[in-house]
């Protein structure tokens, strides 16, 4: 593809892989980096064609074209070069992105995209240009940024940086702003009109007061319930690559929450029911993270299972020698749609049923974060007017789980 590839060359573009390295360590900027190595490389390419010396003979002295083509090929960002307008370089990323056929083609067709092809075709510097956003480039949910810049020769040199990650993460980011906004916004709206409400002549009646300032005391412990969950899961996000390393004993754990939420749900409490092998090795794990965990899904179950209906927690060792804890309710189940949601932020497969129950939609959010920090496996099952079982697998203490997943 390449040629004039010599000793000199060779060493020249040694040079500009070290000085890419160097903009690197120095400004940490990967983009940078990168097109330094590239714009060097080009203008290397050039010399190399444009020399007075007569080329090698000696063919140990020489490097065959193909290192240049690993070099360009082991960058995994799209870069492609470009004279004339049209394409004379492009490394592999750019050949599987857009297609062998870019080799010799007008860039502006290539690329396919307005934004592109309008820069692209207009001439001029590009110097301090700010990156331009394509959309639907490869495919329809992807997300490109298209970097130019220039070799001394005047080539442009174009590199396509995939940005749907971070715009994956900035749309959940907005989301769930706007989901807690409207969380909280509702409660408060509610307080505000009822404490407006008892300034006016309905104060005066004491019935109508108490009842009012039930209703105002339920929507602050629900706003309070919504914070205390939001900062929950910003600690356990925090400390989420931090792997725990308190030994836990589970089963006893188990127990004391069972026997806790039984005391504190009258007859309800009568409805729990706990099988639990009493040699079960402990966990390495976070003790309050842990009981965190068991007080929403054990509490889930009670609240969503009918009244009057057992609520089995199972507590066990797998075949494979994992900890397994299943939490069966006998309540109105759930859609097989909802599943594969259930633990994103504010989701509700039910959200009237959920927010008169006193759920905030964070609760199975925190679940999954906690079972992910403790490398374990969390299955949700569930069939409409049967029930739910959700499973809880954790490695052993000195173990480790294949990793966190949600099963529908």
């Given at each position: 593809?390449?040629?004039?590839?010599?000793?000199?060359?060779?060493?020249?573009?040694?040079?500009?892989?070290?000085?890419?390295?160097?903009?690197?360590?120095?400004?940490?900027?990967?983009?940078?980096?990168?097109?330094?190595?590239?714009?060097?490389?080009?203008?290397?390419?050039?010399?190399?064609?444009?020399?007075?010396?007569?080329?090698?003979?000696?063919?140990?002295?020489?490097?065959?074209?193909?290192?240049?083509?690993?070099?360009?090929?082991?960058?995994?960002?799209?870069?492609?070069?470009?004279?004339?307008?049209?394409?004379?370089?492009?490394?592999?990323?750019?050949?599987?992105?857009?297609?062998?056929?870019?080799?010799?083609?007008?860039?502006?067709?290539?690329?396919?995209?307005?934004?592109?092809?309008?820069?692209?075709?207009?001439?001029?510097?590009?110097?301090?240009?700010?990156?331009?956003?394509?959309?639907?480039?490869?495919?329809?949910?992807?997300?490109?940024?298209?970097?130019?810049?220039?070799?001394?020769?005047?080539?442009?040199?174009?590199?396509?940086?995939?940005?749907?990650?971070?715009?994956?993460?900035?749309?959940?980011?907005?989301?769930?702003?706007?989901?807690?906004?409207?969380?909280?916004?509702?409660?408060?709206?509610?307080?505000?009109?009822?404490?407006?409400?008892?300034?006016?002549?309905?104060?005066?009646?004491?019935?109508?007061?108490?009842?009012?300032?039930?209703?105002?005391?339920?929507?602050?412990?629900?706003?309070?319930?919504?914070?205390?969950?939001?900062?929950?899961?910003?600690?356990?996000?925090?400390?989420?690559?931090?792997?725990?390393?308190?030994?836990?004993?589970?089963?006893?754990?188990?127990?004391?929450?069972?026997?806790?939420?039984?005391?504190?749900?009258?007859?309800?409490?009568?409805?729990?029911?706990?099988t639990i092998d009493p040699n079960l090795s402990p966990?390495?794990?976070?003790?309050?993270q842990l009981s965190q965990m068991l007080h929403n899904?054990?509490?889930?179950?009670?609240?969503?299972?009918?009244?009057?209906?057992?609520?089995?927690?199972?507590?066990?060792?797998?075949?494979?020698?994992?900890?397994?804890?299943?939490?069966?309710?006998?309540?109105?189940?759930?859609?097989?749609?909802?599943?594969?949601?259930?633990?994103?932020?504010?989701?509700?497969?039910?959200?009237?049923?959920?927010?008169?129950?006193?759920?905030?939609?964070?609760?199975?959010?925190?679940?999954?974060?906690?079972?992910?920090?403790?490398?374990?496996?969390?299955?949700?099952?569930?069939?409409?007017?049967?029930?739910?079982?959700?499973?809880?697998?954790?490695?052993?203490?000195?173990?480790?789980?294949?990793?966190?997943?949600?099963?529908?």
């Amino acid at each position: 593809m390449l040629s004039g590839f010599g000793l000199r060359t060779f060493w020249a573009i040694v040079v500009v892989g070290v000085a890419a390295v160097a903009v690197f360590a120095i400004t940490r900027d990967v983009q940078g980096a990168i097109v330094a190595l590239v714009g060097g490389i080009a203008a290397a390419l050039v010399a190399a064609g444009t020399g007075d010396e007569a080329p090698a003979t000696d063919d140990s002295a020489g490097v065959s074209p193909s290192v240049l083509d690993d070099v360009l090929d082991a960058i995994v960002a799209p870069v492609m070069l470009v004279e004339d307008g049209r394409v004379i370089v492009a490394n592999r990323a750019a050949r599987t992105l857009l297609g062998t056929h870019i080799l010799g083609e007008d860039a502006r067709v290539a690329i396919r995209h307005p934004a592109a092809a309008e820069r692209l075709g207009t001439p001029g510097p590009i110097d301090g240009e700010r990156p331009i956003e394509l959309v639907g480039l490869g495919t329809r949910d992807q997300r490109w940024e298209m970097l130019l810049s220039e070799t001394s020769e005047g080539q442009r040199i174009v590199h396509l940086v995939d940005q749907t990650g971070n715009y994956a993460a900035e749309r959940m980011r907005i989301d769930f702003v706007a989901n807690a906004s409207h969380e909280l916004r509702t409660p408060l709206a509610s307080i505000l009109g009822f404490i407006e409400t008892l300034r006016e002549e309905a104060g005066e009646d004491a019935e109508v007061r108490a009842r009012f300032l039930k209703v105002m005391d339920d929507e602050a412990r629900r706003m309070q319930r919504l914070v205390e969950d939001l900062i929950s899961l910003s600690r356990i996000e925090a400390e989420k690559f931090r792997l725990p390393d308190q030994a836990v004993d589970f089963a006893q754990l188990v127990e004391d929450t069972r026997e806790e939420l039984a005391d504190a749900a009258g007859d309800r409490g009568h409805d729990l029911v706990a099988t639990i092998d009493p040699n079960l090795s402990p966990v390495s794990g976070d003790r309050v993270q842990l009981s965190q965990m068991l007080h929403n899904l054990i509490g889930n179950a009670m609240k969503y299972g009918r009244a009057g209906t057992p609520v089995t927690i199972e507590l066990k060792r797998d075949d494979a020698g994992m900890i397994r804890l299943s939490i069966r309710d006998e309540g109105d189940g759930i859609a097989a749609v909802h599943i594969p949601r259930l633990t994103e932020r504010f989701y509700r497969a039910d959200a009237g049923r959920s927010r008169s129950l006193g759920g905030t939609g964070l609760g199975l959010a925190i679940v999954k974060h906690i079972v992910e920090r403790h490398r374990g496996r969390l299955d949700i099952a569930s069939q409409v007017g049967v029930g739910t079982v959700v499973s809880v697998i954790l490695p052993p203490s000195g173990g480790a789980a294949k990793g966190a997943v949600i099963k529908g």
